[in-house]
């Protein structure tokens, strides 16, 4: 009986304790693995060298070459390799377009964003300044809130952006804002540092800029990881080797009507001269002043 009464009092116990530890909330774990295609150019590399500095819980990894035997859910893999579970690939193609991928590993989903207006921090040489390794402000548009396909984007923004607490490399700083802002079919990027100007009673606010900036424009949602059924698709991306090809197209289709002008103009100097029936041009006359002083 002794050993049936320390049964249920150790039981009666656990169960008075087991709520207190259901009260702790388990730490978030985020990790993103940061690369990108061969082929870039040194503007997509500033980028890329700027996304890693303003995600201390990235992983920086090398070049990832893509081919037709290659597909790109092998970067999960690397994810795994790296004990990462976001992903953040940027394709370049033609040395011109920049794709992000931007992915969950390993279930999904995953969003394919073409980066547009892109400006490096080298290029914009802005005043802001923050502590390397800071954790930021998220800071979404009401519009995020509005479409489905926009919170699911808002979503995995913010799994990849938001620097977790207890991340490795991060700073316990507060010290700069990440704006995303919907507009004309595009998140627009911004990044800030929050500056205080004053005594403690009276403190001034301000956000100076720090960069980089770029768009981001929606084209296709992924249920899986980097592959599945597409969930989502932009009906009004158009792509930029379509606006090239039309470029190209007017350019041509210029150069063929001065062709055409030319020929005509050529076809009108022969038809100056008077035609018979029988013959394409009149036969010259004797008494021209020309056949005469010739």
Same mark, same amino acid.
């Given at each position: 009986?002794?050993?049936?009464?320390?049964?249920?009092?150790?039981?009666?116990?656990? !169960?008075?304790?087991? @709520?207190?530890?259901? #009260?702790?909330?388990? $730490?978030?774990?985020? =990790?993103? *693995?940061?690369? %990108?295609?061969?082929?870039?150019?040194?503007?997509?590399?500033?980028?890329?060298?700027?996304?890693?500095?303003?995600?201390?819980?990235?992983?920086?990894?090398?070049?990832?070459?893509?081919?037709?035997?290659?597909?790109?859910?092998?970067?999960?893999?690397?994810?795994?390799?790296?004990?990462?579970?976001?992903?953040?690939?940027?394709?370049?193609?033609?040395?011109?377009?920049?794709?992000?991928?931007?992915?969950?590993?390993?279930?999904?989903?995953?969003?394919?964003?073409?980066?547009?207006?892109?400006?490096?921090?080298?290029?914009?040489?802005?005043?802001?300044?923050?502590?390397?390794?800071?954790?930021?402000?998220?800071?979404?548009?009401?519009?995020?809130?509005?479409?489905?396909?926009?919170?699911?984007?808002?979503?995995?923004?913010?799994? !990849?952006?938001?620097? @977790?607490?207890?991340? #490795?490399?991060?700073? $316990?700083?507060?010290? =700069?804002? *990440?704006?995303? %802002?919907?507009?004309?079919?595009?998140?627009?990027?911004?990044?800030?540092?929050?500056?205080?100007?004053?005594?403690?009673?009276?403190?001034?606010?301000?956000?100076?800029?720090?960069?980089?900036?770029?768009?981001?424009?929606?084209?296709?949602?992924?249920?899986?990881?980097?592959?599945?059924?597409?969930?989502?698709?932009?009906?009004?991306?158009?792509?930029?080797?379509?606006?090239?090809?039309?470029?190209?197209?007017?350019?041509?289709?210029?150069?063929?009507?001065?062709?055409?002008?030319?020929?005509?103009?050529?076809?009108?100097?022969?038809?100056?001269?008077?035609?018979?029936?029988?013959?394409?041009?009149?036969?010259?006359?004797?008494?021209?002043?020309?056949?005469?002083?010739?």
């Amino acid at each position: 009986m002794a050993a049936v009464d320390k049964i249920l009092s150790g039981a009666t116990n656990s !169960a008075k304790v087991r @709520p207190q530890f259901d #009260r702790v909330q388990r $730490p978030t774990w985020q =990790r993103v *693995l940061i690369l %990108s295609s061969r082929g870039t150019t040194h503007r997509h590399r500033h980028l890329l060298n700027d996304l890693a500095a303003i995600l201390p819980h990235g992983y920086k990894e090398g070049k990832f070459e893509v081919k037709k035997s290659q597909k790109l859910y092998q970067l999960n893999e690397l994810a795994e390799l790296h004990n990462c579970n976001n992903i953040l690939f940027l394709e370049a193609r033609k040395r011109q377009d920049l794709y992000a991928w931007l992915s969950k590993s390993p279930n999904g989903p995953t969003v394919k964003m073409h980066i547009q207006n892109l400006h490096t921090m080298e290029e914009l040489h802005f005043t802001g300044n923050c502590l390397k390794g800071s954790r930021p402000i998220l800071s979404f548009d009401c519009a995020f809130d509005k479409q489905a396909h926009l919170l699911l984007l808002k979503e995995l923004l913010s799994h !990849a952006f938001g620097v @977790p607490e207890n991340a #490795r490399k991060a700073k $316990p700083f507060v010290d =700069r804002i *990440l704006g995303f %802002s919907f507009a004309d079919g595009r998140v627009w990027v911004r990044q800030y540092q929050v500056k205080e100007n004053g005594e403690a009673e009276r403190r001034n606010i301000q956000l100076v800029e720090i960069g980089p900036r770029f768009c981001l424009t929606p084209i296709i949602i992924q249920e899986g990881s980097f592959g599945g059924p597409i969930i989502y698709e932009n009906r009004e991306f158009v792509s930029p080797n379509h606006l090239r090809a039309d470029t190209r197209k007017r350019k041509t289709s210029k150069y063929n009507t001065r062709v055409l002008q030319h020929v005509e103009r050529a076809v009108n100097k022969g038809n100056l001269g008077l035609r018979t029936h029988n013959e394409s041009m009149a036969s010259a006359d004797s008494s021209d002043s020309r056949s005469l002083f010739a």
